[in-house]
């Protein structure tokens, strides 16, 4: 099944599975990865695709999701432990290749990587992280920059940029830092994106 014809049945299932806020969020998301994608060079119907798909299990319990986890033979961490939405990501990917056999991996990457990244990330799982941050609903100091940098700067510039906003608002407002985080953010500086 071709990423344009998974998703009428993505959407379908997806405004089953998720409230109303989370599923124009959702649209969101995929309308403005699918942007990113065309302006970035990256396959736009696997953008949207994976934009649509990246919450999969947003509205899932901690309880539910650390069980889930935990099931797939995840590590769950203090950090997870503590903040168990951190999960839905990892989680979502799992139940997304489940839902939807054949599914691409690029896809199910970027689903798996979109709240606080990987090592190694493609384009596209860049992308779906990026527009999940800037999609039109999103309203936090400093997205306006992370918009007006679309095009103007390059991708590896743009992502260490949003990386960077993600970082600020976990440190202002006293958050738990996922030891992944602190992983990407290494990651990032060693490749001398930041």
């Given amino acids: ?33 699918e942007r990113l994608a065309e302006e970035y060079g990256v396959d736009p119907e696997q ?50 290749v489940e839902a939807f056999p054949g599914i691409d991996g690029e896809v199910v990457s970027a689903v798996s990587a979109h709240t606080f990244g990987d090592d190694e990330m493609s384009d596209l799982t860049r992308i779906v992280y990026i527009a999940d941050m800037i999609e039109p609903g999103r309203d936090f100091e400093g997205v306006a920059r992370l918009r007006e940098a679309v095009g103007a700067v390059d991708l590896d510039e743009l992502f260490a940029s949003a ?17 992944q985080t602190v992983a990407v953010w290494n990651a990032i500086v060693e490749r001398g994106d930041s």
């Fill in 1 to 33: 099944m071709s990423d344009r014809s998974m998703v009428a049945e993505v959407e379908a299932r997806l405004a089953e599975r998720l409230g109303p806020e989370a599923f124009k969020h959702s649209v969101a998301v995929a309308r403005t990865a």
């Fill in 47 to 96: 953008a949207y695709l994976a934009g649509l798909l990246h919450d999969w299990a947003r509205e899932m319990s901690g309880t539910e999701l650390v069980a889930s986890a935990r099931e797939y033979g995840f590590e769950v961490s203090d950090v997870d432990g503590a903040v168990p939405y951190l999960l839905h990501a990892r989680v979502g990917a799992r139940q997304v």
């Fill in 163 to 179: 990386y960077t906003e993600t970082l600020l608002h976990l440190v202002r407002s006293r958050r738990h830092i996922h030891p």
